[in-house]
Every structure is written in C-alpha cells, then in structure tokens.
C-alpha cells in the first residue's frame, strides 16, 4: 500500500485538510459536503458534547446553552494556553481544545483514507506572534504537540503563502516569478517565489523562495476595526457618563470586537460596573444594550452580524445590519466607505510588508508577472484595488480562495513523505 499523507491549514476563521495519495491530491469533504470548516467549536452545557464549524455556529445562534470559540488559533504562543479558559463551570486548557477541533477533521480524513494517516505538514503563518521569536517558536511546538496528540506521527511545517503557491503552480505553464498574498482572518502573509509546472515535485524549493513577511492582521481585525467605527456606537461605544461628562471605560467593547476575547466579559464585576454607569449614563438607550449583550451573553451574535456586514460590504454599498437580538426592527446602517476608513491603518501595514517582501527578494515590482490572492480577507473590494495598483502588469489568480492553502500542503506533503 503507498504511504498516504495530509496538508492541514488550520486557519484563524476556516480550517481545511487535503490528502496526498497515489500521486492524487484532493480535499477532504470535513462538514457535510463542504471542504472547509469554519474554525468553531461549541460545548453544550448538558454534556460537555463538542460541535464543530457551522454546526457549533448554529448551536450558538440557536441560544443552546453552553461554550462557544473561534479564533483559536490566534492563542497559540500567548499566555492564554497556560492559563486555559472556563468551558461549562470547568477549566480546560486550550491545547485540549484546539486538539478537539483538528481531531475532528483528522478524523474525517482517516475515514477517506481508510486507515490512520500518520504524515502531515502543518500550514503556519510567517509570524503567529509579530516582533517576538521566542513566543512564535513556541506556538509552533505547541501546534505540533497538539499535531502529535490526535495521532500524527510525522509532523512538519510549511509557510502558508509557500503552500498556497505550490497549489497553483501545478497549473503553471512556463516559469513565473510570482507574490504570494495569504489574508487570513488572523495573519497576512506574503511570499516571492519563482514557480514553474517542471519543479512540482522538485523537494528542496530553498533556491525558489526568495523572501517571505508576514504581519498579525487579517480578517478578524477588519472585523474589530469596521464594529468600533460602526456598530459599537449604536450600543453606546464614546458615550458620557456622570457630572464630569467622563468617557464609558472603552475595553468592553475592544473585547466585544474580537472572537478571541469576547468570553470573558461575561464576569459579575463587569456586569456590576456596567449596571453602575448605566445609572448615570447620558445615553441610557444605547448604553443598556451593551448590558443587554453582557447579561444575555451575546456578544458572539455581535460578532457574526459585523462579519456578516463585512461579508455584504464586498458587494453593496451599503448593508442594514440586523440587530432584531437585541431590539425588534433595530438595524444599523453601515457604508461601504465607513469600513474602508476604518481599516485603512490596517491596509497600509498589509502593503508595507508586501513592500518589505519586495525588497527583501531583491525585486521590483514590474518584476511580479503573477500575484497569487488567498484567504477570505483577499475579497475585500479595497484590498483587490491596492493590488492591482500596485502590481498592474501582474496575471491576477484569486480561485480557490478559502482552499488552496490545505491543497498545497498536501502537495508538500507528497514531496516530503512519499
């Protein structure tokens, strides 16, 4: 029997799993008939039972009671997998958690291959903490202990921009100097590599990357940026309080804005000191609906109506955000151009590393004859524009988006193992 082995890219917002077999990759259906999942996890509270993707999501927005997360991946190399998080009244460590999630996908891909896969290389992102190497290196041995946990032998790691470009150079005809932009809902990542169809199963690419960057924004910051500059208003974000006109304290709502932090505002003394400046609020009506979301726990429905705005911003110019949770027939008008303003710092740290990466290869611009746009974040209308200004010689391939990371980890994985 030949070896068969897997590519997991176990993303910030969707995760995806690809086997390598018999000179056949392919992804591996992990939801149904879907080839992504969203990277989600729901305990129920009756039984601890775990649900996944959008199954978890559904549970959540279906007000089961129980312990929601997303965003996991955004804790590996922080303090946080120490420290652990409360599920359902009991402490369990994220390491536990995060291999609960990949567990479950393996599982799918063992049933594919109908046997236990035991070779594997990891997507990670250039940089899973920006400016610390000791917390990045420790995030990847923490992934691949977690890696090992569920069953895997053989572990290796490759960039996910490098991987995402292996996918596509299977399609390749001739030589191409290509850039490699990975958006996703937690890193962006870039790479400048020389691709050719000839060198698809060629081992050792060292001499074919020439550089690669990396900066910790993606998705889930689009996400924070467009809800403090949109959403977080209507429910009371800068409003007054007292006779010395002071500002509500603001970190409720920075940690109402992220999936990563969002379960831990639902403490009695947030409740209490909320409940106490309500009292004196000069905004009573917006403000009651941030102690509305803190009492009834849902600040991961706020969350996904901002993802959904941000979704329907690609398309429209505008989108009344639906916000019926918390008041019937309330919606919030959010512009096109609201969102653009808000994550225009964001952009512009986006380009300055693909201009880095640009420099750091040894490249001009006019060299790029093909940029490669992966990862949900590369729909953004504003994000496609910059691209194209700034590569406007360059082919443009953007198929595949949410999926072409998890294939080119499995091509490597073929190179590697097999």
Known sequence: MSRISCGIDFGTSNSSIALAS?????????EGSHVT???????????????????????????????????????????????????????MKFDRIIASFLRNIKTKADTTAEHPIEHVVMGRPVHFV?????????????????????????????????????????????????????????TSDFTVIR???????????????????????????????????????????????????????????????????????YTPK??????????????????????????????????????????????????????NFLEEGLYIPVMREQFEEAIRLEVARILDSVTQCLREAGVQKEDIDLVILTGGSTEVPLIQAQFRQLFPNAALADENKLSSVGLGLAYDSQNRYQ
Request: charged share 25%; proline share 3%; aromatic share 8%.
């Open 22 to 30: 018999n000179s056949q990759v392919s992804l591996v259906p992990v």
């Open 37 to 91: 999942i969203p990277s989600a996890i729901f305990f129920n509270q009756e039984d601890n039972k775990a649900f996944y993707g959008r199954a978890a999501v559904a549970m959540f927005l279906e007000r089961h009671e129980g312990r929601f997360m997303r965003s996991l991946k955004r804790v590996l190399g922080t303090s946080l997998m120490k420290q652990g998080t409360l599920v359902n009244g009991k402490l």
């Open 130 to 186: 920006d400016n610390d190497p000791a917390s990045d290196e420790r995030a990847e041995q923490e992934l691949r202990a977690i890696a090992l946990s569920i069953g895997f032998k053989y572990v290796d790691f490759q960039f996910e921009p490098i991987a995402a470009a292996f996918a596509h150079e299977v399609k390749i005809n001739g030589e191409r100097l290509a850039l490699v932009a990975d958006l996703g809902g937690g």
């Open 195 to 265: 691709l050719s169809n000839k060198n698809t199963r060629k081992v050792d690419r060292s001499t074919d990357i020439l550089a690669n960057t990396g900066v910790r924004i993606g998705g889930n910051d689009f996400d924070r940026d467009l809800s403090l500059a949109a959403i977080m208003p209507e429910i009371g974000y800068k409003s007054t309080y007292g006779e010395k006109h002071l500002e509500v304290p603001l970190k409720p709502y920075h940690d109402l804005a992220e999936w990563s932090k969002v379960n831990f505002l």
């Open 270 to 323: 947030i409740m209490t000191q909320m409940r106490q400046l309500l009292n004196s609020s000069h905004d009573r009506k917006r403000f009651s609906r941030l102690l509305q979301i803190l009492e009834q726990e849902t600040g991961h429905a706020v969350l996904a109506a901002t993802e959904e705005t941000k979704i329907a911003l690609t398309a429209a110019n505008v989108y009344h955000t639906p916000f």
